[in-house]
């Protein structure tokens, strides 16, 4: 992969299933999406406290998985990227999202105590991974696109903050949320972020221009409407038109807005990393 799609970065395949895995949650899983678990588990407290608590220190399952991540690490140059699920959503797949919204006005107190307990589960593998050699570290919360700005301050933003703080000094800290987050950028900037990974609905000009300097924007190539459905030359046009309308930020870093479908022609994810390196 680093051979035929040079990057800046050494990006392998994320584990997004390692929540669901390690709490022995039954899942469905697909050839295009990323696996869920077939039921919302989490219903009330009783059913909170029947989840296990995960020992990330004597536990095989994550410690091989670890041990991987470390040997990549070790093996490249460049620094070691990844991604990992966010506390918030989480903590709606466990619950289920209507019931989730729900109890947001009905069972606060409820919600409080999920939160704390993905909270504490995504801190630690944060940690690990870190730990691991990984110096990139983008935390997604796509489901955060739910919540108005005053919800996502308290449920996802102070979380973020103590997760961020509790990583070395020298691993970049990235947040990634899908949708149209025009509504929510002030408070993802407070979250602690080195950078801000968004949808490629975002017009990325006009995010830029909202984006302190020493935050680093990254984005947002179409990986379906582009990557996934055009040819590879129309895919480099693409992306020559998207770095020619952010020559004027320096805190810009080219990426796609999302992840890319299984099924992406090759030589299309090629014609868009040549034409940003050339």
Not at 24 to 32: A, N, T, Y
Not at 70 to 94: D, N, Q, Y
Not at 144 to 169: C, K, N, W
């Amino acid at each position: 992969m680093d051979h035929e799609f040079p990057a800046d970065f050494v990006y392998p395949l994320d584990f997004g299933a390692i929540f669901i895995e390690v709490l022995g949650l039954p899942q469905m899983k697909s050839d295009f999406g990323f696996p869920s678990t077939l039921d919302n588990p989490v219903k009330n407290v009783d059913d909170l406290a029947r989840l296990p608590r995960v020992d990330w220190d004597n536990n095989r399952y994550i410690s091989n998985y670890l041990e991987g991540i470390g040997m990549i690490a070790k093996h490249f140059h460049k620094p070691l990227a990844m991604s990992m699920r966010g506390a918030f959503t989480l903590a709606v797949e466990l619950v289920g999202i209507t019931d989730f919204a729900r109890a947001i006005i009905r069972n606060p107190l409820f919600i409080e105590e999920v939160l704390r307990y993905t909270n504490q589960l995504v801190g630690k593998y944060a940690r690990a991974l870190a730990n691991a050699g990984v110096r990139l570290l983008c935390i997604s919360e796509p489901t955060a696109v739910i919540l108005s700005p005053a919800h996502f301050e308290t449920m996802v933003g102070d979380s973020l903050r103590a997760i961020y703080q509790g990583l070395p000094e020298d691993v970049w800290r990235v947040l990634h949320i899908c949708g149209d987050t025009n509504y929510l950028l002030p408070q993802m900037i407070s979250c602690g972020v080195d950078g801000l990974s968004l949808d490629q609905i975002m017009d990325f000009p006009q995010v830029a221009a909202q984006v302190p300097p020493d935050v680093v924007l990254i984005g947002n190539l179409d990986p379906i409407s582009v990557l996934r459905e055009l040819s590879a030359a129309e895919v480099r046009e693409r992306t020559l038109e998207l770095l020619k309308s952010m020559q004027g930020y320096p805190n810009y870093l080219f990426s796609f807005g999302c992840d890319c479908s299984p099924d992406t022609p090759l030589e299309n994810l090629k014609a868009a990393l040549l034409a940003v390196i050339r």
